[in-house]
């Protein structure tokens, strides 16, 4: 199993900053992507930003250019540095990876338990 948690929310003025963190631990073989995503009271869970182990990003349109996703693969970790925050940006931050264990030969999808973000005034 592969157990994600993550860290760094709370409440922050409209324009301001928060990093997040994501430390995965357990039987872990080999992680492909890991990401962040997003759900809004009321809306369905979105993409944030992937950062795959090749070095490749991807980041939802409404988060260019603000958000940086960033990995330690050495840690397992990884991290979503979000600058210009506006309230629209205020959801639960779900830490995703994409991994393999020690015990399988498939890659499965692992959910973190998720962090509050607040931006407000």
């Known amino acids: 199993q592969v157990q994600l948690v993550e860290s760094g929310g709370g409440l922050v003025q409209p324009g301001g900053s928060l990093r997040l963190t994501c430390a995965a631990s357990g039987n872990i073989f080999r992680i492909n992507v890991m990401g962040w995503y997003r759900q809004a009271p009321g809306k369905e869970r979105e993409l944030v930003a992937t950062s795959a182990t090749g070095g490749s990003t991807d980041y939802a349109a409404s988060v260019k250019g603000r958000f940086t996703i960033s990995r330690d693969n050495s840690k397992n970790t990884a991290y979503l540095q979000m600058n210009s925050l506006k309230p629209e940006d205020t959801a639960v931050y779900y830490c995703?990876?994409?991994?393999?264990?020690?015990?399988?030969?498939?890659?499965?999808?692992?959910w973190g338990q998720g962090t509050q973000v607040t931006v407000s005034s």
């Open positions: 995703n990876a994409y991994a393999q264990t020690l015990y399988t030969s498939y890659f499965e999808n692992y």
